[in-house]
């Protein structure tokens, strides 16, 4: 079976806020956070020339509070990629539930754009979450890079992704939760 490359421009999101809040308090402010993620899903090629994955990311989301310190999230996001082979473009979307360690989430959509083995920039959106995070709204840029990226090539059928990872950077998301 023939083996190809393909880059993975995805990795998702954004529960930087999952540490930087009290329960039951209303907060504000700007972090940045970043996330090393690996990808599984099925690429199918859509047209002669277009391929379009679907799939999951997974990973531990690191939030960098203003004291230095570091909080983490499990971070699950579904999506879906489109790559034009001729040009190597890329589109990317989806949404990301990111999980705090007392089961409070934060809900988020993004979508970005680039091209094939460079990554993939442009923005998330904090949609909503539960218990502490309920309300909460925010957004920010977003760089996807992939480091790693193989899949098992069957052009007539589809393509099933056998490993995927890279890192994704939110340098400023900002979000607020509303009072309760």
Do not use: N
């Amino acid at each position: 079976m023939k083996r190809h490359v393909i880059p993975m421009v995805f990795a998702l999101l954004s529960p930087f806020v999952l540490g930087a809040v009290s329960p039951g308090q209303a907060g504000e402010g700007t972090l940045g956070a970043m996330s090393p993620w690996e990808a599984t899903g099925e690429i199918f090629r859509v047209g002669p020339d277009r391929l379009q994955f679907l799939g999951k990311f997974e990973g531990i989301l690191y939030v960098e509070k203003a004291e230095g310190e570091l909080d983490a999230a499990l971070l699950l996001c579904p999506g879906t990629q489109r790559v034009d082979l001729p040009t190597g473009k890329t589109e990317a979307s989806g949404h990301c539930i990111m999980t705090g360690a007392k089961g409070d989430r934060v809900f988020a959509e993004w979508s970005c754009a680039g091209e094939a083995g460079k990554g993939c920039d442009g923005e998330i959106r904090l949609t909503g979450g539960t218990g502490r995070f309920a309300g909460i709204t925010g957004s920010g840029e977003m760089f996807l890079r992939t480091a790693l990226s193989e899949v098992r090539a069957d052009l007539g059928s589809g393509m099933v992704v056998s490993r995927a990872a890279g890192l994704a950077v939110w340098p400023k998301l900002t979000y607020k939760v509303p009072d309760r």
